[in-house]
Nanobody, 118 residues
Framework: QVQLVESGGGSVQAGGSLRLSCAASGRIFSINDMGWYRQAPGKLRGFVAR???????IYADPVKGRFAISRDNAKNTVYLQMNDLKPEDTAVYYC????????????WGQGTQVTVSS
């Protein structure tokens, strides 16, 4: 059974920084893409950033230049460094990963709250 567990959320003032972590555990043969999504109140879940197993990255336009995604393949962990946070970044942040367990599956974490005050 595969699990993704996020940590690092919290409350911060505008202009501040937070670092999210997401660790995958369980019966894992390999992990393909890993990414972060977010869902603000009253809105649909949306893409934030993604990183391939080889380290290639892609970002949503609103976070380009402020957020950085990285991963530690030895620890099966993906990170999201968030700098210059804005009130509009307030959301529940979800980790996502394509994991080869007994088969390739699309897994989600439980979410971690990020609140940015002005």
């Amino acid at each position: 059974q595969v699990q993704l567990v996020e940590s690092g959320g919290g409350s911060v003032q505008a202009g501040g920084s937070l670092r999210l972590s997401c660790a995958a555990s369980g019966r894992i043969f390999s992990i393909n893409d890993m990414g972060w999504y977010r869902q603000a109140p009253g809105k649909l879940r949306g893409f934030v950033a993604r990183i391939t197993s080889g380290g290639s990255t892609i970002y949503a336009d609103p976070v380009k230049g402020r957020f950085a995604i990285s991963r530690d393949n030895a620890k099966n962990t993906v990170y999201l460094q968030m700098n210059d946070l804005k009130p509009e970044d307030t959301a529940v942040y979800y980790c996502n990963a394509l994991i080869n367990s007994n088969r390739v599956g699309d897994y989600w974490g439980q979410g971690t709250q990020v609140t940015v005050s002005s």
